[in-house]
């Protein structure tokens, strides 16, 4: 039998072979293009930050709260649902860019439907009645006030039923630009769905703008229990690198699974420490509007009388509030420090309720990490809509901890005294006296 005849090259000649240098020259190559090519696509799970310009805070390595809300606004498809606390604007500033993205998605047939608090549409009327008479857009009022007796504190969107994000940034050009954030996007199309039905349960129970509630109509879920052993939620980020992910929600009589309340789902993680808990809230209170629950203080202490290390980190906001001495009777307890944070005012002018620590998160030993809407006062959990989820996975836990390490012993940060006496924080419309008001 004769050789078989070899491959011809270009004018008939043979094709050379490689040499060893060009073969590792072309191993390096794709090499890099596969790197780049991973890069190029986002692990499922993600931590998402607002870092709040000249001022050192958070982890510049984690993606920015306004790239991830373009690039997610850029890929819908077919469908964006978008449930916030409120829509605020700015000439100018970072929200012209999402809301022209929102337009842009609008134009090419994504149905997008934007779901505000009722209360807060009357402080920020203007974008919402705007984008309400845009083709493409259906905007609701749900009044959470009237419900439940809070408001509707949620801050998610969801993408084609397969992508969801959440975290503590409001729809505010604020969030994306002077606040500290902490948000997490989540690429899977099981945590979409939870989310859509706690969507559509509230979507059913708003108005558009300038109708008028139904009195009389207000929906609730129909119960519906995870299945055994479908939870937690198993995403591979990467080959050994898996996420346990369990969702949870508020308030407990409005929720698909009362399983899975998002309060108890704190204290559980909370009582499961073994060394350390740390801890970045805005506010942090057992009683609140005529609520009390000591449910989060006794697990706190219960952790120290264990010998957890815990850390608290809260905004400079607390000043003056009613849970303040809460707050100072923590820090007396043994193996629990707690801080307060300031973040310096803007060189451009004073922005009314922005330069703070914005975040609210959890990381409990460095492994399971709780990413969330609420702020720790029992309204945020009773009778107001809020969600978060809670993550198991070492590599994200690190980063939410070095978050949280950077905020820690930021300039602004400052041990709690205890027995002092702070003055209020001024962070309202009115600037402090003498400073002049951005875009006043």
């Known amino acids: 039998m004769s050789p078989p005849p070899r491959i011809a090259a270009s004018r008939g000649r043979s094709a050379p072979a490689l040499r060893p240098a060009a073969v590792l020259l072309l191993a390096g190559v794709l090499a890099a293009a596969a790197a780049l090519a991973a890069r190029a696509v986002p692990p499922p799970v993600q931590l998402v930050e607002t870092r709040p310009v000249e001022y050192a805070l958070g982890d510049p390595a984690l993606p920015a709260a306004l790239d991830t809300w373009l690039e997610l606004i850029a890929g819908a498809r077919h469908r964006l649902d978008l449930e916030q606390f409120y829509l605020s604007t700015w000439p100018g500033e970072p929200m012209d860019q999402v809301l022209r993205a929102l337009g842009a998605a609008a134009r090419r047939g994504v149905r997008v439907r934007l779901l505000l608090d009722a209360g807060m549409a009357r402080t920020y009327p203007q974008p919402a009645d705007s984008l309400a008479r845009q083709p493409g857009f259906a905007v609701r ?75 009389t109509r207000v929906a609730r879920a129909v119960p519906a229990p995870h299945a055994p052993g479908t939870l937690p939620y198993r995403i591979v ?19 698909p699974d009362t399983t899975l309340w998002d ?8 009582d499961g420490a073994r060394h350390e808990i740390v801890l970045q809230l805005l506010t942090y209170s057992p009683a609140e509007r005529r609520l009390r629950d000591d449910a989060f203080d006794l697990a706190l202490r219960r952790a120290a009388a264990r010998g957890v290390r815990v850390r608290l980190l809260l905004s400079d906001w607390m000043t003056g509030s009613s849970g303040m001495q809460a707050l100072q009777a923590l820090a ?36 399971r990490t709780w990413v969330g809407t609420s702020n720790w006062s029992p309204d945020y959990f009773y009778s ?16 939410a901890r070095g978050v949280f390490e950077t905020s820690w012993r930021a300039p602004g940060a400052a041990p709690l005294a205890p027995d002092s006496t702070y003055a209020p924080k001024v962070h309202g419309e009115t600037p402090p006296p003498g400073v002049r008001k951005y875009g006043g």
Not at 156 to 182: M, P
Not at 338 to 367: M, N, Q
Not at 387 to 396: F, G, K, P, S, Y
């Open 384 to 399: 107001s809509r809020n969600l978060a989820v809670t993550l198991e996975n070492r590599r994200l836990a690190r980063q």
């Open 332 to 367: 007396r307890v043994p193996g629990i420090e707690v801080r307060l944070s300031t973040v310096p005012e803007w060189s451009g002018g004073y922005i009314p309720f922005a330069r703070v620590e914005h975040c609210k998160y959890v990381v409990v030993d460095t492994l």
């Open 263 to 270: 309060r108890d789902r704190i204290v559980d993680l909370l």
């Open 237 to 255: 980020q990467a080959p050994g690198d898996t996420v346990r992910l369990w969702p949870s929600w508020s308030p407990r009589r409005f929720v």
């Open 141 to 215: 009022l749900v009044d959470y006030r009237r419900i439940a007796g809070g408001v509707q504190h949620a801050k998610f969107f969801i993408v084609d039923g397969r992508t969801v994000f959440l975290g503590s940034q409001n729809l505010d050009w604020r969030a994306l630009k002077h606040i500290h954030e902490l948000g997490v996007r989540i690429r899977d199309a099981r945590v979409a769905t939870d989310f859509e039905r706690i969507f559509e349960l509230d979507w059913a129970m708003g108005t558009p703008p300038g109708g008028t509630p139904d009195t």
